[in-house]
């Protein structure tokens, strides 16, 4: 499901990005599933903040919750890397509606959270 989302996003921007698109799925699908963690290791709040750390590269110190993607210097194809980091960590599907809405470290936490909670909300039904 969240490869066929990349897919499309993608395809809407033209033929040079199709190459790339193929590239991030075999990359997707290559990956060793990670061991299952209890959440209670660490927040979500570090756990985003370590991954977004990890991805620029910096000390985790550096990152706060008022940290804007601007100020980290996402682009675009950084968020999609960074969609698929959240998704496999957190083990959940993160809507197009929720990406193109998060600006933010904080905003991605609660995104992160109501997901989970969601989730595991459904997983008690």
Same mark, same amino acid.
């Given at each position: 499901?969240?490869?066929?989302?990349?897919?499309?996003?993608?395809?809407?921007?033209?033929?040079?990005?199709?190459?790339?698109?193929?590239?991030?799925?075999?990359?997707?699908?290559?990956?060793?599933?990670?061991?299952?963690?209890?959440?209670?290791?660490?927040?979500?709040?570090?756990? %985003?903040?370590?991954?977004?750390?990890? *991805?620029?590269? $910096?000390? =985790? /110190?550096?990152?706060?919750?008022?940290?804007?993607?601007?100020?980290?210097?996402?682009?675009?194809?950084?968020?999609?890397?960074? %969609?698929?980091?959240?998704?496999?960590? *957190?083990?959940? $599907?993160? =809507? /197009?509606?929720?990406?193109?809405?998060?600006?933010?470290?904080?905003?991605?936490?609660?995104?992160?959270?109501?997901?989970?909670?969601?989730?595991?909300?459904?997983?008690?039904?």
């Amino acid at each position: 499901m969240t490869i066929e989302c990349i897919v499309a996003v993608h395809f809407s921007y033209g033929y040079r990005y199709i190459k790339l698109t193929f590239a991030i799925i075999h990359v997707a699908l290559t990956r060793t599933p990670k061991q299952e963690k209890p959440m209670s290791e660490q927040t979500v709040a570090d756990k %985003v903040i370590n991954i977004f750390a990890q *991805f620029k590269k $910096v000390s =985790p /110190d550096e990152i706060k919750m008022e940290t804007t993607f601007e100020e980290l210097g996402f682009d675009s194809l950084d968020g999609l890397n960074l %969609v698929f980091e959240l998704e496999e960590e *957190f083990d959940i $599907v993160v =809507p /197009d509606d929720k990406v193109q809405s998060m600006r933010s470290v904080r905003e991605v936490v609660v995104g992160v959270e109501s997901l989970v909670a969601a989730k595991a909300a459904e997983a008690g039904a």
